[in-house]
């Protein structure tokens, strides 16, 4: 029926009504007082007003069943934009994730999107995504990533059958870390085979869940045995999260289009009011790029800048106002001081900055809240950083706590642990002990310095490709030694950095070199217990805030030490002549011995020993070669004679 024939027949009842032509509006502007409430933002209730309005005034039945229509579609739009605007509003953990998400549109893509970064941030081998189908009364497989078996791929289950029917059925996310063992859900010949082929082990499921009804189940899996953390368990649960709301935002578009489809007049009017949210969302956009780029915080600052037409700086705590900073930070708004507006930058209660817009004293609602998002993206971006810098201390110390008390531990796994770290085991090395040298009676401010301690010594290890723990109420740190460079200056040289960053003195102690750590683990031991030694022996002699190796003391080192390393004595000084008497069956400690008995003169030494003078001279010539050439310079001679007594004194007696 035309427009005019609608309105001819209609016109009666509009002369009843009080229309154009008896008074009353016709039925086809009945939408015109809710699109006035929509624009204005007006409140739930003040929609049923023009039906009673219409009721009051006894208009004609079709009319007031057309303003219940058009109440009804305007509710549902206003709904929907309330909806929207919460979920605008809400910044959560998955910020980046959401971000990728917001950009696509096609729902297949969003949910391949989904399960890709799920399996990149969990590190599984296989991550996909099961649909409900009702109209079949089974579960199919909707996404996958990873995987390489087709009949996998085209899996079909049952309710109720595999980890997933258990999921589905429990509504609670479940987790295996051997599938083919775990007698808690039905096993099926299907989709065990589908497994089979996939080579999964270790699979976890989380529900996807609109309201209370589980519509799918999200999957991540390790083709070997593997333990989900409660984060991890808690992070694809936040993946499936987002997977529901993808596919509820697509039945929900679905609908908005066809509610909409009798309100094109009302788009003009909402363009008008969207021009806000489509700004935030441009400042959001912004924001989430700069995260996924891996941008720092004053790369926040410069972008913020640009949207406020404004200069944006970040600051430290101690640099920015006390009482507006302090006023940010409870009030959880920007706060204008004089011609600038101060926004902390907080998490968990702790101060961590400020974001500081300069000369703007006028600001609007929308400019406000936009440096507030700023900065609460400046507070995940510093706590990010944080995380992955403690994280990375920790496991860097983990290692080294292995090599030094794990003695048992496969070579071979230490040695990938190591290569994640970027730290090569076959490289020659030196264990440094280091430990603060100023003595305070406050408990507290020790525990502080000494994490400040483990946190330097853990930076310059992680720049060096080494690695750091906390140990002994000091810090050991096993470094690289490169090509050119001793023990004694590396050893000074950390004393000197960990001094600077700490502003206290660091006294550091180091070790001879060692090699092949993941192989001989008793060295590393060795080494470390050397390096205390020389650490105490720099206290002692009042060299506080110094560094020093083993090298550097020789026989003094076994007498300020408090535990005297005899052996690794003898070993350091006379250990290769030892080592080459023992291969060669040669008798060159006897005639050391007898050398230095007789004054140092090879003629004495010949004639007590029975042999020729360039016999000795020979074996002399033998243990330069072996010992070095300044083997007798009176320091020397000192510690090789101390060296010789020990090692005779050390051997059985003959019988």
Known sequence: MSRDHVQSAERPAEQAAGGPAGGAPAPLDAEVPFLELLARGAAADAYEQPVLTARAQGQPAERIAALDRAKLLA?????????????????SALFATAHDLAGLRDLDAVLQAIVQRARSLLGTDVAYLSLNDPARGDTYMRVTEGSVAARFQQLRLGMGEGLGGLVAQTARPYVTDDYFKDARFQHTTAIDAGVHDEGLVAILGVPLMLGHHVIGVLFAADRRARVFEREQIALLGSFAALAAAALDTANLLTETRSALAGLERANAII???????????????????LVLRGGGVHDVAAAVSEVLEGTVRFTEADAAPAGALEASRADGHAVRHEDDWIAAVAAGGELLGALVLRGHPRLDPVDQRTLERAAMVTSLLLLARRSAAEAEQRVRGELLDDLLDARDRDPRLLRERAARLRADLDATHVVLAARLDGTTADAEHEAAARRRLWSAASHLAATRQGLAAARDGGTVLLLPLHPGDTATALARRTARQLGTAV????????????????????????????????????????????????????????????????????????GRVVAYDERRGTDL???????????????????????????????????????????????????????????????????
């Open 75 to 91: 509710l549902r739009v206003r709904s929907e934009l309330e909806g929207r605007r919460r979920r605008e509003a809400e910044l």
């Open 271 to 289: 363009r008008d009011g969207s021009a806000v949210i489509e700004r935030a969302s441009d400042v959001h956009d912004r924001l989430a790029e």
């Open 503 to 574: 502003h206290e003195a660091v006294t550091v102690g180091a070790s001879a070199p060692v090699e092949h750590l993941d192989g001989h683990p008793d060295a590393v031991v060795a080494a470390y217990e050397e390096g205390r030694r020389c650490l105490d022996a720099l206290r002692l002699l009042g060299r506080t805030g110094d560094g020093a190796a083993a090298e550097d003391f020789g026989f003094l080192g076994l007498l300020l030490a408090g535990d005297r390393d005899v052996p690794g004595f003898v070993e350091r000084t006379i």
């Open 589 to 655: 400690v006897h005639t050391l011995d007898a050398y230095f008995a007789c004054g140092m003169s090879p003629a004495r030494t010949k004639d007590d020993l029975h042999v020729h003078v360039n016999t000795v001279a020979q074996r002399l010539d033998r243990v330069g070669r072996l010992l070095g050439e300044d083997w007798q310079s009176p320091a020397r001679v000192l510690e090789i004679q101390l060296a010789l007594r020990l090692h005779r004194l050390a051997s059985p007696a003959p019988h």
